[in-house]
């Protein structure tokens, strides 16, 4: 959404808010636990969630896929301190990929390596990474490691590339954020891998000798090129935005260079741009729509909401309604 030019600096300054507030663990734990809080965050969050459980999640899917799109499902959670819980949160990751399995779906499973134990030691997340990884070989489907905040990049893309060159685990794909300088150096040595890409902008609040401005033109430069380097190169990649040019120019290179669609994707987030990849897959483009499930929404939700903060104005109706 376009807003006046004068109201710009206010819109960017609540975005950042929004984004600082949504890596705030102290506040995470207040709105997701107490009892008063709780159930206006879950309000706000229906709109960008497919529900709590597995079962919600693939319900969700399974009318993602009926309108003609792949899917991809996410546990959501990060930042696990606890063997033991980080144990756990992998059995549910687990459980997904053999009911994705029993119901033969056209879907994915994504998930951030700090929530399966990353933080806690990194051999730790390597081995639950790989757990899931292999079930979901079992079944031929991908699995996709999510990013994560800029200083636990090196640790990402470590055991991303362990698990290639290791295990051979080909069905791992890794999540690229363009806004970020160092991508220009680590995108090149992530496609030497065969996993696919997913190239997003990126939504964490970074300082600008790291990243890019959310909204700037060198972001959306720089996201044109990546995207575009990843097509003409025949690597595998999802082109993840919402952005309506972006798009445009994208789908106008692959038709004109005739690209392979078993190649690339386009790729959206459930309450999202969904009018979007409905339409990108009526032009016969192949299109997923991914689908978040699970109690700890709060970083997922505030950051969607800042990505265009004229949604606090949805927010404030959804806790109304």
């Excluded at 390596?113 to 730790?124: N, T």
């Excluded at 757990?131 to 489907?141: C, H, S, T, Y």
């Excluded at 994560?148 to 090196?154: F, M």
Aim: aromatic share 8%; glycine share 4%.
């Amino acid at each position: 959404m376009n807003f006046p030019a004068e109201w710009q600096p206010l819109v960017d300054q609540a975005a950042s808010a929004l984004r600082a507030l949504a890596l705030d663990e102290t506040a995470k734990e207040r709105f997701c636990n107490d009892p008063l809080l709780r159930p206006y965050m879950h309000k706000v969050s229906q709109r960008y969630v497919a529900g709590q459980t597995v079962d919600d999640a693939l319900r969700r899917v399974e009318r993602i896929i009926a309108r003609g799109h792949a899917a991809s499902a996410e546990y959501m959670g990060e930042s696990v301190r606890d063997e033991a819980f980080a144990m756990a949160e992998t059995e549910v990751f687990m459980e997904l990929v053999r009911a994705i399995g029993q119901r033969n779906l056209n879907c994915s499973v994504s998930f951030d390596l700090s929530h399966v134990g990353s933080l806690v030691d990194s051999e730790l997340g390597y081995h639950n990474a790989r757990r899931i990884a292999l079930a979901a070989a079992e079944i031929n489907r991908e699995v996709m490691i999510s990013m994560e905040a800029i200083e636990r990049a090196d640790a990402i893309y470590a055991i991303y590339t362990r698990l290639h060159r290791e295990d051979d685990l080909r069905n791992v794909g890794i999540t690229v954020p363009a806004k970020r300088h160092r991508t220009a150096q680590d995108l090149p040595a992530l496609m030497k891998l065969p996993g696919r890409i997913r190239l997003v902008k990126g939504a964490f609040q970074e300082q600008e000798d790291v990243a890019y401005a959310r909204n700037s033109p060198e972001l959306a430069t720089a996201y044109r090129r990546y995207a575009q380097e990843l097509l003409l190169s025949g690597h595998k990649c999802s082109i993840a935005t919402h952005d309506r040019g972006i798009q445009a120019n994208i789908s106008d290179l692959i038709l004109q260079e005739r690209i392979d669609p078993r190649w690339f994707e386009f790729e959206s987030l459930i309450g999202l741009g969904t009018e979007q990849i409905d339409a990108l897959q009526a032009r016969g483009f192949p299109t997923r729509e991914y689908a978040v499930f699970g109690q700890e929404h709060f970083l997922y939700v505030l950051n969607r909401i800042a990505e265009e903060p004229v949604r606090v104005y949805q927010a404030i109706i959804d806790v109304m309604a």
